[in-house]
């Protein structure tokens, strides 16, 4: 059972990745409320520490690196409301976890209409 | 009895919303998307339905990991929208039929469906902008709702065949709704994109345009694939294409004439993401408008 050949570039939010993420998936849910937003831009470390979060995941935290994020165990769907707080899309951290700029992104995208 | 009067399947991305409330609705990038609810908008002006049963995916304001429902339905007088984190408006309010939901509740249990039920639900973008396409403008909705939530975020994933077989016990319980209603089918999500990894971005507009062919004619060849050849070809979030599927399952069950096309789109990109847009109605719509 399971999920079958990895397939590359794509991670799987699975039963091991749930267990590994669970502190930091809970604390990026909590960002739906923007009291919650906001007492974790007052005070990073100590909302972090709040929610239980390992060493890896508040490293992840601190370098706004998502591909990081997802190797901690984050799940997108949650990590787009830590990304949220810098007022990011799903464009930006499109590019980001490509490597390529914000346009030459677009321009993947716009291509594949093509 | 409820009469299903069609489905409509659509893309749902948050910048939709973005777009709906700058105003960016006759923008270059946007207007291929926009301009595919016209006929939409028509349609529902000529059928004028009661309810609309919305199958859609939370993604993350309802639901969280601590407990994931597979399958999922409200049952509620109202469902409200919320905050999701990155800026969207907050919609107004929308209006339950919970008669009809606990009828389908009770349908599904009695067919094997297990389902979560439920009597509060946040209602996130994906069951709210195809709501404020369907109806622009702002006003109060015209229309009840019922959610049905397919678990899209944590796997295992239902399979395909699993959603199949579930939209048609949908179809036929909300055809034997002892009401005279009449009821449109949502399906929302996809169609393929992909938010996380080094393959951000991916887009599969050969393989989209596949999954539009099948659901006009052989929506049954959607239910043979697997979760593991949906995302590989679709990307890890076009296993949105389980609504579609569901959808289309429940308006061919429901045993109320052929299904046919009344209108597609297909535009790249929205967002991340191949925009897609299928609206089909029933053959026992279509004799039922004629004879008014």
Redesign the interface.
């Known amino acids: 059972?399971g999920?079958?050949?990895a397939?590359?570039?794509?991670?799987?939010?699975?039963?091991d990745a749930?267990i590994k993420g669970?502190a930091l998936?809970?604390m990026?849910?909590s960002?739906?409320?923007?009291a919650n937003?906001e007492a974790f831009v007052a005070d990073e470390a100590a909302y972090c520490e709040r929610y239980g979060l390992s060493v890896a995941q508040k490293k992840a935290i601190a370098s706004r690196n998502?591909?990081q994020l997802?190797a901690a165990g984050g799940?997108?769907?949650?990590?787009?409301?830590f990304?949220?707080?810098f007022?990011l899309?799903?464009?930006d951290?499109?590019a980001q976890?490509?490597g390529l700029s914000i346009e030459a992104?677009r321009a993947?995208?716009?291509q594949?209409?093509r | 009895m409820a009469q299903i009067i069609g489905g409509l399947t659509t893309s749902h991305?948050?910048?939709i919303g973005k777009a709906i409330a700058q105003g960016q609705q006759q923008d270059p990038y946007w207007k291929p998307f926009f301009d595919a609810f016209h006929p939409v908008h028509g349609w529902l002006a000529r059928g004028r339905p009661d309810v609309a049963v919305v199958i859609y995916n939370d993604?993350?304001?309802n639901n969280?990991?601590?407990k994931m429902p597979t399958f999922a339905i409200g049952a509620a007088d109202h469902y409200h929208n919320?905050?999701?984190?990155?800026?969207i408006p907050v919609l107004k309010p929308f209006k339950g039929d919970p008669a009809l939901s606990w009828h389908m509740i009770e349908h599904l249990v009695a067919h094997e469906f297990d389902i979560t039920m439920c009597q509060e639900v946040q209602v996130d973008h994906a069951f709210t902008l195809p709501m404020a396409l369907m109806y622009p403008g702002g006003r109060d909705w015209p229309i009840a709702t019922v959610p049905v939530m397919i678990n899209s975020?944590?796997?295992?994933l239902p399979t395909p065949r699993r959603c199949f077989k579930l939209g048609q016990e949908i179809g036929k319980a909300i055809a034997s709704f002892p009401a005279d209603k009449k009821i449109v089918l949502l399906g929302t999500g996809g169609l393929s994109h992909?938010?996380?990894?080094?393959?951000?971005?991916f887009?599969?507009?050969e393989f989209d345009l596949w999954c539009m062919e099948k659901m006009r004619h052989d929506p049954e060849a959607l239910a043979e694939l697997?979760?593991?050849e949906i995302?590989?070809n679709a990307?890890?979030?076009g296993v949105e294409l389980l609504t579609w599927i569901t959808m289309r399952a429940a308006l061919q069950a429901a045993g109320q004439g052929e299904v046919r096309e009344v209108h597609s789109t297909y535009?790249?990109?929205i967002?991340?993401t191949?925009g897609a847009v299928m609206l089909f109605e029933t053959s026992g719509r279509a004799q039922a408008l004629a004879a008014e």
């Not at chain 1, 397939?7 to 039963?15: E, K, M, N, V």
């Not at chain 1, 799940?75 to 409301?81: C, R």
């Not at chain 2, 992909?194 to 971005?201: E, F, I, N």
């Open positions: 059972m999920f079958g050949p397939i590359p570039g794509t991670p799987i939010f699975d039963g749930a669970y998936n809970k990026c849910f960002f739906n409320d923007k937003r998502v591909l997802i799940n997108i769907y949650y990590l787009a409301k990304a949220g707080i007022g899309n799903v464009q951290i499109g976890q490509t992104f993947k995208l716009a594949a209409g | 991305v948050p910048s993604h993350g304001l969280f990991l601590d919320a905050d999701e984190g990155w800026g975020v944590q796997h295992p992909q938010l996380d990894g080094t393959r951000a971005g887009i599969n507009k697997s979760i593991h995302i590989e990307g890890s979030q535009h790249i990109p967002s991340n191949g």
